[in-house]
């Protein structure tokens, strides 16, 4: 005969399994910074930017050299990010642009049923107030955004200290230090003459103050990684935590961030998770950002939905394979009326495909094109290049000056490079004879890859073209 005090005991024991196998999920933890380079760490060998705290969370886990984003803009990398789709097959391709299509789910809720409280403080999902809600479920509790200046993160402790742990935490911290305006100038550890630039760009005392101010932001984000970390080890079990530290894409710089070059697409990624992952480890396996919610949903033990584009790589930071993804495609669409010049890409082993879909438009970002507005608003002073005017006044003068500004503003319409031999992509293989087979691959493929997901090739706003492009004109060529 089952008893009342039978029932209430079998509850007890099923609650406390279920409590039980919740806390066997490990905790994640997940900082995600906003427009920081992928060589701009000492992990990723930079002599000149200070950050312990990547470097520890280094020599702690996993460095990938292959990580990529979907696209080099906030709004779609962030939505491939928690929705696991690329961005022509999620819906959000330019910046700025905020409909999922009506099929599209977001992968948090994955999360969630697997007993995570999942939480997010700062910049994850895209813009304030959280607008991007198609991939931000209600259930996500939202701490209020700290000021940028606020380096022990404050808001993020006060909740570790009062949360309940019965359940696993699925913590994501957004870092917009390294995204513009940076911070004021005479702030950086380093002298502003003391900066190396490299050598694709052109180099004037006003750049390098601006990458002074730039790598003062960088080391900041440190700070507030190292702060994150004393916190984990305080308020969570540290052995039974996974750490990541990841960018939507590269700075705000040429050739980096709006760019489809390696400098806009690779991202650090670097993953903490004691007695699991090997410490000091590397890896060169291609992952991308459509990977990483699937990757934690399989950590969960949660399903991963079979119709995305991405795919765990769980067996790659376990240190089981050494290889993930055989190609990374990447798309730049534009952001409304600005950076408008479309890109596609393909990375398939050393080789880098690019196809610029309109190369007589003039490929300008907001870096260059708002340090060139009359009237300057106050807005387009925080994040236009403010030392973008010295590159002007050298090209009147510096034929050097003059070619790297024509290098930045104009494109054919494919390019290819061997990345190994040519990491900052300055040697375009694309008429090279002995490429042409090569070339026509990964052609094909890029081709196929569009129509795969119906890539209408639609512009974000009207484009500016070469040939009515005042500053190549009348700045440069004469």
């Known amino acids: 005969m089952i008893t009342v005090k039978k029932i209430i005991c079998s509850c007890f024991l099923l609650f406390f399994s279920i409590c039980s196998a919740q806390q066997k999920k490990p905790n994640l933890v997940i900082i995600i910074a906003d427009d920081h ?17 990547m470097q520890k969370l280094a020599d702690e886990g996993m460095r990938f050299d292959n990580a990529y984003i979907a696209s080099p803009a906030c709004a779609p990398s962030r939505a ?3 929705t696991g789709l690329m961005p022509y097959n999620n819906g959000i391709v330019g910046n700025h642009e905020k409909n999922l299509k009506p ?118 984000i440190d700070t507030k990684l190292g702060n994150i970390l004393k916190m984990s080890d305080i308020y969570l079990d540290k052995k039974n935590t996974m750490t990541v530290y990841t960018s939507d894409h590269g700075m705000a710089w040429p050739f980096a961030k709006w760019s489809l070059y390696e400098t806009g697409i690779r991202t650090p990624l670097l993953i903490s998770w004691p007695g699991k992952i090997q410490p000091n480890s590397t890896t060169k396996a291609m992952v991308s950002w459509i990977d990483l919610l699937p990757t934690l949903i399989d950590i969960a033990d949660g399903t991963v939905p079979k119709n995305i584009d991405g795919k765990p790589f769980t067996a790659v930071i376990l240190g089981k ?14 952001d409304n009326e600005k950076n408008v010049y479309p890109i596609r890409s393909l990375r398939i082993g050393k080789w880098k495909y690019i196809r610029n879909l309109h190369p007589e438009f003039a490929y300008t970002t907001h870096t260059d094109a708002w340090a060139t507005e009359i009237p300057m608003t106050k807005l387009h002073a925080n994040h236009a290049g403010r030392h973008w005017n010295s590159y002007l006044a050298a090209a009147k003068k510096d034929p050097n000056a003059a070619a790297f500004l024509i290098d930045y503003h104009t494109n054919p319409p494919e390019e290819l490079y061997n990345i190994e031999l ?45 040939e009515n492009f005042s500053i190549m004109k009348s700045k440069i060529k004469n």
């Open 321 to 334: 394979k050494n290889k993930h993804r055989d190609a990374i495609y990447a798309t730049h669409k534009g």
């Open 37 to 53: 380079g992928v060589f701009h760490s000492t992990p990723y060998g930079s002599t000149i930017i200070e950050t312990p705290n």
């Open 422 to 466: 040519d990491p900052l992509e300055q040697n375009n293989l694309a008429e090279e004879p002995k490429c042409a087979k090569k070339l026509a691959s990964l052609r094909e493929k890029v081709t196929q890859h569009m129509k795969e997901v119906n890539d209408d090739e639609s512009l974000s706003g009207p484009p500016k073209l070469l």
């Open 80 to 82: 491939a990010l928690f």
């Open 103 to 220: 099929s599209v789910l977001s992968l948090v809720p994955n999360l969630i049923v697997q007993g995570y409280e999942v939480v997010f403080q700062g910049k994850v999902a895209h813009a304030r107030n959280n607008e991007h809600k198609g991939y931000v479920p209600k259930a996500v509790k939202i701490l209020k955004r700290a000021p940028t200046q606020d380096q022990k993160l404050s808001v993020v402790e006060n909740f570790l200290k009062t949360r309940n742990n019965d359940r696993p935490l699925a913590l994501f911290v957004g870092c917009t230090d390294t995204h513009t305006p940076y911070p004021p100038a005479g702030e950086s550890r380093i002298k502003p003459e003391d900066v190396i630039i490299n050598k694709r760009i052109y180099t004037t005392p006003e750049a390098q103050l601006e990458m002074s101010r730039y790598i003062q932001a960088a080391e900041s």
